[in-house]
């Protein structure tokens, strides 16, 4: 495996919180005109990725009751869940959130849908905004 190059952070895709897939991806798709891209299933979520350029919006339906998606749904309704930063070091990003006093909800990062490795940041302590790490 070659070391991809060291791109800078950007948004690696922004995750819609949905009560049902098939009601909203018509605007997404057809009036918005993204194309889907399909994904995994993660996280008890049923998950429709559309590109937006370099970046993908991902529609996350809750499949499990239990799953974080469907608590999410239950509390607030559907809307915005997460913005996801890629990054080229996500060890030393957490470093620098960590410094930061930032609480973590993954202290090390874990495998994500497409075998990328991935951390969550509290949006307790980031200003409301459930932020995803994920490394190329
Ligand atoms: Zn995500």
Redesign the pocket.
Known sequence: MTTPARRGTRIA?I?VAVRALDDILPLYRDVLGLPTAPLDDADGARITGLAAGDSLV?LLEPVASDSPIAKFVDQRGPGLH?V?FHVDDIEGTLARARAAGITLIDEVPRV?AEGKR?AFLHPKSTGGVLI?LSEY
């Open positions: 895709h995750g991902e997460h996801c994500g991935i995803e």
